[in-house]
C-alpha cells in the first residue's frame, strides 16, 4: 500500500499542476490567497488520509479489502449483465 500511494505522487502533482495553470488563467491576484490555503490544507488531510490508512491496515489487514471487493464486482456483474 505504501508503495502504491508513492506511486501516485508524480500524478497526483502533475495533476494539480495543470489544474493550478487552467486557474490562473482566469484568477486574479487576490485569489492567489485561497489557493494557497487550499493547497495547504488539501496536502494536510491526504498526509494525515493515507498515514491513518497505512495504520489501520497494519492492524487489520487487507482480507476485508479483498471481500468488499469481490462483492462489488459480483454484484457490478448482476446489475449490468
Do not use: K
Not at 506511486?7 to 489544474?19: D, H, Q, R, T
Not at 488539501?42 to 488520509?49: D, F, K, P, R
Request: proline share 2%; charged share 10%.
Amino acid at each position: 500500500a505504501r508503495f502504491s500511494f508513492l506511486l501516485s505522487i508524480p500524478v497526483i502533482l502533475l495533476a494539480g499542476g495543470m489544474e493550478t495553470i487552467e486557474y490562473l488563467e482566469v484568477a486574479s491576484v487576490s485569489d492567489m490567497g485561497d489557493l494557497v490555503l487550499g493547497a495547504v490544507i488539501s496536502a494536510v488531510s491526504a498526509y494525515l488520509c493515507i498515514h491513518y490508512f497505512l495504520l489501520l491496515l497494519e492492524r487489520i489487514g487487507m482480507t476485508p479489502v479483498v471481500f468488499y471487493r469481490l462483492g462489488l464486482g459480483v454484484l457490478l456483474l448482476a446489475l449490468y449483465v
